[in-house]
């Protein structure tokens, strides 16, 4: 549905007070939404992937729309319990964070800590113990704060002539034969981490102050500990942010993202998030093999107490949501309008 006109329709809803009616309906209480918010900007982040980044101030507008509908925040875990055992409360949420960046740290839980909502962060840990900007995200930045300029040649990073930057195509491009020609190479995960410095060289990026501000870096084993300690609850999103199809790969990256997590938290990690929303059927025994006991996606929705606790939806926030479309996704009426979201991703490099 065009978006003027899902707009005016969730006005409508509204307006009419039929939003209102579902959120105290007993249907909604049957049901949990689970919002997912990715990166709050710490610089400008949110200029250039909207659909990942958000300003603190908006992350603080939504927390108030959740408190001024009425809904009811549970710990995940408690959520889930309640969602198939009956008992939700009306008009319940959960609230989760995708890949526990610093900018989690710095930005959201100040807010989370002002609301004294519960919140659980998909802890992804590769990057946590590197303490390196994530490799094709940074790549990406850098030519976009350059956009419009040309790229020298540079054979030493894969290409031999200029390359233009105008378009996010241009510089997707260059991003994508700069991760190929360092695996056409074999280089090892720490030589991949020095391309961004390589790149934003022939740019003239300051890279420097761009690493000291943490943009784009995952929080520390000590920045988990400490929050883990607040009542942050970390749990998996895999090592390396992915979900090889080989069971054994699949599994391994399960089985190191849980360990460090136990490590850095001392709590058993058993929920899961598919990293980039990307899941397939063959996943799920795995996950129950490996004693998962629920696995959230991308895919917008509300759960019921129909819903495969390895297949649960969520309502996936960004900017590019108004007031009103939130508040009608709080209230229930929200699925009656979606639509898919943008494909969200980040790779770390392979070892
Ligand atoms: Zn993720």
Redesign the pocket.
Known sequence: MLRPLRRACFGLLKGCGLAGMVASSRWRQRRLIILCYHGITIEDEDQWRPQLYMPQPTLRERFQLIRDSGCVVLPLGEALTRLYSGSLPSRSIAITF??GGYDFYLRAYPIVGQFGFPVTV?Q?TYYTDVAKPILNLACSYILWRNAGSVLPPAPSLGWNRPRQLSTEQERESVVSELLAFSEKKGMSGAAKDELAPQLAELVGFDYRQFQARRILQLMRPEEIHELSTKGVDFQL?THR?RTPDDESLFRKELRDNRRRLQEITSHPATHF?Y??GVYRREYLPWLYQEGVVSATTCEPGIASPATDTMLLPRLVDTTGKTGLEFEAWLSGTGPLLARRPAS?S?RSPSR
Do not use: A, K
């Open positions: 995708d890949d998909y992804t999103h942010h998030c990293p980039s969200l980040y």
